[in-house]
Protein backbone atom coordinates (compact mmCIF):
# COMPACT_ATOMS: atom_id res chain seq x y z
CA UNK A 1 0.00 0.00 0.00
CA UNK A 2 1.30 3.68 -1.00
CA UNK A 3 0.75 6.41 1.66
CA UNK A 4 1.74 9.62 0.60
CA UNK A 5 2.21 12.45 3.10
CA UNK A 6 -0.45 15.34 2.80
CA UNK A 7 1.05 18.72 3.55
CA UNK A 8 -0.28 21.18 5.73
CA UNK A 9 -0.23 24.22 3.75
CA UNK A 10 -1.47 27.84 3.10
CA UNK A 11 -1.11 29.48 -0.27
CA UNK A 12 -1.68 32.96 -2.09
CA UNK A 13 -2.19 32.82 -5.89
CA UNK A 14 -2.45 36.36 -7.29
CA UNK A 15 -2.70 38.67 -10.71
CA UNK A 16 -1.36 42.15 -11.36
CA UNK A 17 -3.24 43.98 -13.72
CA UNK A 18 -0.73 46.47 -13.95
CA UNK A 19 2.17 44.35 -14.91
CA UNK A 20 0.15 41.61 -16.30
CA UNK A 21 2.05 39.02 -13.97
CA UNK A 22 0.65 36.39 -11.99
CA UNK A 23 2.30 34.93 -8.86
CA UNK A 24 2.05 32.05 -6.17
CA UNK A 25 3.49 32.10 -2.72
CA UNK A 26 3.04 29.22 -0.07
CA UNK A 27 4.12 28.00 3.29
CA UNK A 28 4.11 24.39 4.64
CA UNK A 29 4.88 21.98 7.28
CA UNK A 30 6.11 20.13 4.50
CA UNK A 31 9.35 19.28 2.66
CA UNK A 32 10.00 21.50 -0.35
CA UNK A 33 6.16 22.71 -1.12
CA UNK A 34 7.41 24.57 -4.16
CA UNK A 35 8.09 21.25 -5.89
CA UNK A 36 4.82 20.39 -5.30
CA UNK A 37 2.37 23.23 -5.04
CA UNK A 38 2.69 26.03 -7.63
CA UNK A 39 1.70 26.64 -11.06
CA UNK A 40 1.73 29.73 -13.05
CA UNK A 41 2.32 30.65 -17.16
CA UNK A 42 2.57 34.46 -18.01
CA UNK A 43 -0.26 33.74 -20.59
CA UNK A 44 -2.97 31.23 -18.49
CA UNK A 45 -2.82 32.24 -15.29
CA UNK A 46 -1.86 30.64 -11.59
CA UNK A 47 -2.54 27.44 -9.46
CA UNK A 48 -1.88 26.32 -6.11
CA UNK A 49 -2.67 22.82 -5.81
CA UNK A 50 -2.36 21.29 -2.32
CA UNK A 51 -3.27 19.11 0.98
CA UNK A 52 -3.49 15.85 -0.78
CA UNK A 53 -2.48 17.53 -3.74
CA UNK A 54 -3.02 16.22 -7.37
CA UNK A 55 -0.28 17.23 -9.25
CA UNK A 56 -1.74 17.24 -12.63
CA UNK A 57 -4.04 20.40 -11.59
CA UNK A 58 -1.02 22.46 -12.36
CA UNK A 59 -0.69 21.54 -16.23
CA UNK A 60 -4.03 20.78 -16.87
CA UNK A 61 -5.40 23.72 -15.08
CA UNK A 62 -3.16 26.18 -16.89
CA UNK A 63 -4.03 24.35 -20.24
CA UNK A 64 -7.61 24.99 -19.76
CA UNK A 65 -6.70 28.62 -18.85
CA UNK A 66 -4.82 29.36 -21.71
CA UNK A 67 -7.88 28.12 -23.80
CA UNK A 68 -10.14 30.97 -22.23
CA UNK A 69 -12.23 29.32 -19.58
CA UNK A 70 -12.30 30.94 -16.27
CA UNK A 71 -10.95 30.36 -13.01
CA UNK A 72 -14.37 28.76 -11.61
CA UNK A 73 -14.73 26.53 -14.80
CA UNK A 74 -11.30 25.51 -14.36
CA UNK A 75 -11.59 24.32 -10.62
CA UNK A 76 -15.03 22.82 -11.15
CA UNK A 77 -13.42 21.11 -14.30
CA UNK A 78 -10.82 19.76 -11.96
CA UNK A 79 -12.17 18.66 -8.68
CA UNK A 80 -15.55 17.25 -10.81
CA UNK A 81 -13.41 14.39 -12.71
CA UNK A 82 -11.30 13.93 -10.06
CA UNK A 83 -12.25 10.49 -7.28
CA UNK A 84 -9.98 12.35 -4.94
CA UNK A 85 -11.72 15.42 -4.59
CA UNK A 86 -12.72 15.62 -0.79
CA UNK A 87 -8.87 15.34 0.03
CA UNK A 88 -7.77 18.03 -2.56
CA UNK A 89 -7.46 22.07 -1.86
CA UNK A 90 -7.24 24.15 -4.95
CA UNK A 91 -6.83 28.27 -5.85
CA UNK A 92 -6.86 29.86 -9.19
CA UNK A 93 -6.73 33.22 -10.32
CA UNK A 94 -7.12 33.75 -14.33
CA UNK A 95 -6.21 36.17 -17.06
CA UNK A 96 -9.04 38.44 -16.19
CA UNK A 97 -8.30 38.41 -12.32
CA UNK A 98 -11.35 36.48 -11.81
CA UNK A 99 -10.44 33.64 -9.03
CA UNK A 100 -11.84 30.61 -7.42
CA UNK A 101 -11.10 27.97 -4.45
CA UNK A 102 -11.96 24.92 -3.28
CA UNK A 103 -11.91 22.90 -0.39
CA UNK A 104 -12.97 19.14 -0.31
CA UNK A 105 -14.88 18.17 2.69
CA UNK A 106 -12.18 15.63 3.82
CA UNK A 107 -9.36 18.32 4.11
CA UNK A 108 -8.20 18.54 7.98
CA UNK A 109 -9.47 21.48 9.87
CA UNK A 110 -9.19 24.46 9.51
CA UNK A 111 -9.06 24.23 5.83
CA UNK A 112 -10.85 26.89 3.91
CA UNK A 113 -9.95 29.91 1.01
CA UNK A 114 -11.06 33.18 -0.15
CA UNK A 115 -11.55 34.02 -3.45
CA UNK A 116 -11.18 38.06 -4.04
CA UNK A 117 -10.60 40.47 -6.63
CA UNK A 118 -7.25 39.01 -8.54
CA UNK A 119 -6.39 36.81 -6.01
CA UNK A 120 -7.03 33.40 -4.08
CA UNK A 121 -6.12 32.49 -0.79
CA UNK A 122 -6.50 28.93 1.04
CA UNK A 123 -4.68 26.56 3.55
CA UNK A 124 -5.51 23.56 5.40
CA UNK A 125 -4.57 22.53 8.98
CA UNK A 126 -4.61 25.70 9.92
CA UNK A 127 -4.55 27.00 13.75
CA UNK A 128 -8.22 29.07 12.39
CA UNK A 129 -9.42 31.07 9.50
CA UNK A 130 -7.84 34.10 10.81
CA UNK A 131 -4.26 32.60 8.90
CA UNK A 132 -6.48 32.62 5.22
CA UNK A 133 -8.56 35.87 6.48
CA UNK A 134 -5.19 37.49 7.22
CA UNK A 135 -3.38 36.40 4.22
CA UNK A 136 -5.93 38.07 1.88
CA UNK A 137 -6.45 41.63 4.23
CA UNK A 138 -2.61 41.85 3.83
CA UNK A 139 -2.81 41.23 -0.35
CA UNK A 140 -5.94 43.67 -0.79
CA UNK A 141 -3.91 46.26 1.61
CA UNK A 142 -0.69 46.71 0.14
CA UNK A 143 0.12 48.81 -2.81
CA UNK A 144 3.66 46.98 -3.52
CA UNK A 145 4.99 45.09 -6.28
CA UNK A 146 3.92 41.62 -6.47
CA UNK A 147 6.49 39.77 -5.26
CA UNK A 148 6.48 41.72 -2.21
CA UNK A 149 2.90 41.75 -1.26
CA UNK A 150 2.61 37.72 -1.90
CA UNK A 151 5.80 37.23 0.72
CA UNK A 152 3.80 40.20 2.41
CA UNK A 153 0.63 37.81 2.99
CA UNK A 154 2.34 34.78 4.36
CA UNK A 155 3.70 36.65 6.88
CA UNK A 156 0.45 37.59 7.76
CA UNK A 157 -0.53 34.35 7.41
CA UNK A 158 1.74 33.25 9.95
CA UNK A 159 1.35 35.51 12.57
CA UNK A 160 -2.55 34.96 12.63
CA UNK A 161 -1.51 31.68 13.31
CA UNK A 162 -0.43 30.12 9.97
CA UNK A 163 0.21 25.86 10.01
CA UNK A 164 -0.83 24.47 13.19
CA UNK A 165 1.97 21.82 12.79
CA UNK A 166 4.34 24.03 12.04
CA UNK A 167 6.62 25.32 9.29
CA UNK A 168 9.38 23.82 7.00
CA UNK A 169 9.28 25.22 3.42
CA UNK A 170 8.29 28.09 1.19
CA UNK A 171 8.18 28.98 -2.00
CA UNK A 172 7.26 32.20 -4.40
CA UNK A 173 6.69 31.38 -8.46
CA UNK A 174 6.27 35.17 -10.25
CA UNK A 175 5.76 34.94 -14.04
CA UNK A 176 5.00 37.60 -16.48
CA UNK A 177 5.59 37.68 -20.39
CA UNK A 178 9.33 37.75 -20.98
CA UNK A 179 10.16 37.92 -17.49
CA UNK A 180 12.86 35.28 -16.82
CA UNK A 181 16.75 35.75 -17.32
CA UNK A 182 18.11 37.61 -20.44
CA UNK A 183 13.92 37.53 -21.27
CA UNK A 184 14.12 33.64 -22.36
CA UNK A 185 10.97 32.21 -20.52
CA UNK A 186 8.39 33.83 -18.09
CA UNK A 187 9.96 33.07 -14.79
CA UNK A 188 10.51 36.85 -12.80
CA UNK A 189 10.72 35.01 -9.76
CA UNK A 190 11.43 31.10 -9.15
CA UNK A 191 12.93 30.60 -5.55
CA UNK A 192 12.61 27.82 -2.60
CA UNK A 193 13.38 27.23 0.72
CA UNK A 194 13.31 23.15 1.09
CA UNK A 195 13.67 22.90 4.36
CA UNK A 196 13.75 25.36 6.93
CA UNK A 197 12.79 26.60 10.77
CA UNK A 198 12.10 30.11 9.49
CA UNK A 199 10.96 29.21 5.71
CA UNK A 200 9.49 32.64 5.37
CA UNK A 201 12.35 34.25 7.02
CA UNK A 202 14.59 32.97 4.69
CA UNK A 203 12.42 33.03 1.66
CA UNK A 204 12.71 37.04 2.15
CA UNK A 205 16.80 36.97 2.32
CA UNK A 206 16.60 34.72 -0.83
CA UNK A 207 14.46 37.16 -2.32
CA UNK A 208 16.35 40.30 -1.65
CA UNK A 209 19.53 38.66 -2.89
CA UNK A 210 17.63 37.65 -6.03
CA UNK A 211 16.27 41.52 -6.35
CA UNK A 212 19.65 42.62 -6.42
CA UNK A 213 21.28 39.89 -9.00
CA UNK A 214 18.05 39.68 -11.52
CA UNK A 215 15.61 42.17 -11.46
CA UNK A 216 16.04 45.41 -13.06
CA UNK A 217 13.22 47.46 -11.53
CA UNK A 218 14.64 50.00 -10.03
CA UNK A 219 12.58 53.71 -9.75
CA UNK A 220 14.80 57.14 -10.09
CA UNK A 221 14.31 57.76 -6.36
CA UNK A 222 16.29 54.33 -5.57
CA UNK A 223 19.27 55.21 -7.71
CA UNK A 224 21.76 56.86 -5.49
CA UNK A 225 24.09 59.48 -7.06
CA UNK A 226 27.75 58.63 -6.12
CA UNK A 227 29.08 62.01 -4.24
CA UNK A 228 32.13 61.99 -2.40
CA UNK A 229 30.29 61.51 0.53
CA UNK A 230 28.70 58.19 -0.42
CA UNK A 231 32.14 57.17 -2.70
CA UNK A 232 34.13 57.99 0.42
CA UNK A 233 31.24 55.31 2.30
CA UNK A 234 32.18 52.64 -0.55
CA UNK A 235 36.08 52.55 -0.03
CA UNK A 236 35.33 52.40 3.88
CA UNK A 237 33.61 49.03 3.13
CA UNK A 238 35.50 48.06 0.23
CA UNK A 239 38.35 48.40 2.18
CA UNK A 240 37.07 46.27 5.27
CA UNK A 241 36.25 43.91 2.69
CA UNK A 242 39.48 43.45 1.06
CA UNK A 243 38.84 45.20 -2.31
CA UNK A 244 40.34 48.39 -1.59
CA UNK A 245 43.68 50.08 -0.37
CA UNK A 246 43.78 53.12 -0.66
CA UNK A 247 42.29 56.30 1.26
CA UNK A 248 38.62 56.52 2.13
CA UNK A 249 38.65 60.15 1.28
CA UNK A 250 36.02 60.66 -1.56
CA UNK A 251 37.79 60.75 -4.38
CA UNK A 252 38.25 58.65 -7.45
CA UNK A 253 41.07 57.27 -8.59
CA UNK A 254 41.85 53.97 -11.22
CA UNK A 255 42.01 51.69 -7.95
CA UNK A 256 39.32 52.59 -6.56
CA UNK A 257 37.12 52.21 -9.75
CA UNK A 258 38.95 48.58 -10.17
CA UNK A 259 37.84 47.52 -6.54
CA UNK A 260 34.04 48.88 -7.15
CA UNK A 261 33.94 47.01 -10.94
CA UNK A 262 35.52 43.64 -9.05
CA UNK A 263 33.04 43.86 -6.09
CA UNK A 264 30.10 44.41 -8.52
CA UNK A 265 31.32 41.53 -10.51
CA UNK A 266 32.09 38.92 -8.40
CA UNK A 267 28.51 39.57 -6.51
CA UNK A 268 26.76 39.77 -9.83
CA UNK A 269 25.54 43.40 -9.52
CA UNK A 270 25.81 44.25 -12.75
CA UNK A 271 22.30 45.37 -13.29
CA UNK A 272 22.53 47.84 -10.37
CA UNK A 273 25.13 50.05 -11.38
CA UNK A 274 24.02 52.30 -13.66
CA UNK A 275 27.67 53.59 -14.93
CA UNK A 276 26.05 57.22 -14.77
CA UNK A 277 27.70 58.00 -11.68
CA UNK A 278 24.95 56.21 -9.55
CA UNK A 279 23.88 53.38 -7.76
CA UNK A 280 21.18 51.20 -6.88
CA UNK A 281 20.34 51.98 -2.88
CA UNK A 282 20.44 48.40 -2.58
CA UNK A 283 23.51 47.76 -3.50
CA UNK A 284 24.87 50.31 -0.93
CA UNK A 285 22.94 48.49 2.02
CA UNK A 286 24.03 44.93 0.75
CA UNK A 287 27.40 46.46 1.04
CA UNK A 288 27.01 47.70 4.59
CA UNK A 289 26.09 44.40 5.90
CA UNK A 290 28.14 42.69 3.50
CA UNK A 291 30.65 40.61 5.64
CA UNK A 292 31.90 37.98 2.91
CA UNK A 293 35.75 39.40 3.00
CA UNK A 294 37.48 38.26 -0.59
CA UNK A 295 40.07 36.20 -0.69
Known amino acids: MNIHPKPSTYSIVAFDRETKA ?3 AV ?18 GAIATQAYANTSYGPVGLEMLRKGRSAREVASALTSGDRGREERQLGIVDRKGESATYTGKRCLDWAGGIAGDGYAAQGN ?64 VDIRVDDSREPIRELERIFRLYDLIMLSRERP ?3 VR ?36 EYISRNNFENKASGRGRISRKVLEYMAKDKNRRK
Open 125 to 188: ILVSGKTVEAMASSFENSNSDLPERLIGALNAAQRAGGDRRGMQSSALLVVKKGGGYAGFNDRY
Open 226 to 261: ITPGVRADIQHHLSRLGYYSGPADGTTSMKFRRAMA
Open 221 to 223: DEL
Open 27 to 44: QSKFISVGSVVPWAAWDA
Open 22 to 24: FGV
